[in-house]
């Protein structure tokens, strides 16, 4: 039998205390309602993660490195994209992942850096084109379900956005500012690189994302909603 690792059982930890305040928050008191909450959020997840990490794949794959393209990652087609373990989590803890896409930063064809930070703030951006251009359906939908849905698209995609955005490696705002102030040459680079996912657990855990995250995701709902408002009128 293998033995957990540190890791792992860390990530268990987390795991059940995600559950455990899921359960306590009274969100599964009713299942009819629970089931439709989540067939209402799904193609805004679905929809989130694979283009998220497309753009990943996409734009590797057009700066030079073919591993994206081998591995069958430049693809619109969710399944290449979505972990199915993730997937399951954020459904029922709130919290997940899709399949991060595997890069290798020395088959760019050019300038090495530039290339790195394009691949990271891809996803990033398309998950606010997204978001963006989705808040503008909401002025013209009538049907209920369906404004629901689009409305769920446009939240998922800006906290995609802006959590990944976040300076905690792996995350891609790690990746840009490395990229922007050249971070790997400091000493410290490569044990916070190491130990990020633990920190952005522990932010978790503690509540300090969220108030990091609503903030942000409300003041990005404000400006695409004023914005269209604008336009329209």
Request: aromatic content about 14%.
């Amino acid at each position: 039998m293998r033995k957990l690792s540190g890791s792992g059982l860390i990530m268990i930890i987390f795991i059940a205390i995600m559950a455990f305040r899921s359960i306590d928050s009274g969100r599964f008191d009713s299942p009819s309602a629970f089931i439709m909450d989540t067939l209402l959020r799904l193609p805004a997840i679905v929809l989130g993660l694979t283009i998220h990490e497309f753009a990943h794949a996409f734009s590797a794959w057009k700066l030079g490195d073919q591993t994206p393209k081998a591995q069958g990652r430049v693809t619109l087609n969710p399944l290449a994209h979505i972990d199915p373990v993730g997937l399951i989590a954020i459904v029922f803890i709130g919290f997940g992942w899709g399949r991060p896409v595997q890069v290798n930063p020395y088959a760019f064809a050019k300038n090495r850096r530039l290339s790195n930070f394009i691949v990271s703030v891809a996803g990033v951006t398309t998950n606010f084109i997204i978001a963006f251009f989705c808040t503008a359906l909401l002025f013209v939908i009538q049907d209920q379900i369906i404004f629901t849905i689009v409305l769920n698209i446009v939240y998922i995609n800006f906290i995609l956005m802006v959590f990944n955005l976040l300076p905690i490696p792996p995350l891609d705002g790690f990746g840009i500012i490395t990229e922007i102030f050249d971070l790997r040459r400091y000493n410290w680079y490569r044990p916070l690189y190491n130990n990020g996912t633990f920190i952005l657990l522990a932010l978790i855990i503690f509540g300090i994302l969220g108030l990091i995250l609503w903030p942000a995701l409300n003041a990005l709902f404000g400006f695409s909603q004023s914005v269209w408002v604008n336009l329209f009128n």
